[in-house]
């Protein structure tokens, strides 16, 4: 018997792209089920490009200054993203709040080093530090016109010390990001996903390889 077709993803990076390589390196294996089918940047010569290179995936640049507003922009990233017929996005570290065009095209997934509700915005781990909560963690959701406010996936949690400095903390939870985000990805490709209200409900597809659906 032969092994169904992997499912293939857009994954959109602004930095290093470690959230990416950790599913570069998952997608290696045939078994999990995702190809990355194309890495997109804000702007050109991010570590994330050079590494989708190294992997032989096709990258794209979407600049904001490249076009007239930000509308625009929604529209190129847009296009972009449709040529590689994902079946969803990931969106890795991506630093640009993503318009009606791209999240009108297919699911966007993003990860957040807090756990949301809690937190959200830029700046979740230091904001978590300073209100002196004894646990945090990240948070895995699907992306909505808002700022870290769509229907939550999974989280996973870490502990925070005594002694944790932002940059400690923010490491430790990096490595349950990574993590959550290879097992959410690989199970959104195998099973599907409907939205139903504020919640996620798992393994609702519509076609061979586990589509995504929603309510």
């Known amino acids: 018997m032969n092994a169904p077709q992997p499912v293939d993803v857009v994954v959109l990076v602004s930095g290093s792209g470690t959230l990416l390589q950790a599913l570069?390196?998952?997608s290696a294996d045939p078994g999990y089920g995702v190809r990355v089918a194309a890495v997109?940047?804000?702007?050109?010569?991010?570590?994330?490009?050079?590494?989708?290179a190294r992997a032989g995936v096709d990258t794209?640049?979407?600049r904001v200054g490249d076009h007239p507003d930000r509308a625009a922009w929604d529209r190129a990233l847009?296009?972009?993203?449709?040529r590689h017929k994902p079946r969803f996005v990931v969106s890795a570290g991506f630093m640009k709040i993503l318009g009606p065009?791209?999240?009108?095209t297919v699911p966007v997934i993003n990860t957040h080093p807090a756990l949301l509700p809690s937190f959200p915005g830029?700046?979740?781990?230091?904001?978590?530090?300073?209100?002196g909560v004894s646990v945090t963690g990240t948070t895995c959701h699907l992306v909505d016109a808002g700022v870290d406010t769509g229907p939550i996936i999974a989280q996973r949690t870490v502990d925070v010390r005594p002694d944790d400095t932002e940059e400690s903390l923010h490491e430790r939870i990096k490595v349950q990001e990574r993590a959550m985000l290879v097992d959410?990805?690989?199970r959104l490709a195998a099973d599907g996903f409907r939205v139903n209200g504020r919640r996620v409900e798992w393994g609702h597809t519509t076609g061979a390889g586990g589509s995504t659906t929603r309510e």
């Open 40 to 52: 997109g940047a804000d702007r050109p010569g991010t570590l994330g490009e050079e590494r989708a």
């Open 101 to 104: 065009a791209v999240l009108g």
């Open 184 to 186: 959410v990805v690989g």
């Open 24 to 26: 570069l390196d998952a």
């Open 78 to 82: 847009a296009a972009e993203i449709a």
């Open 122 to 131: 830029a700046h979740g781990v230091r904001d978590a530090l300073a209100y």
């Open 60 to 62: 794209f640049v979407a």
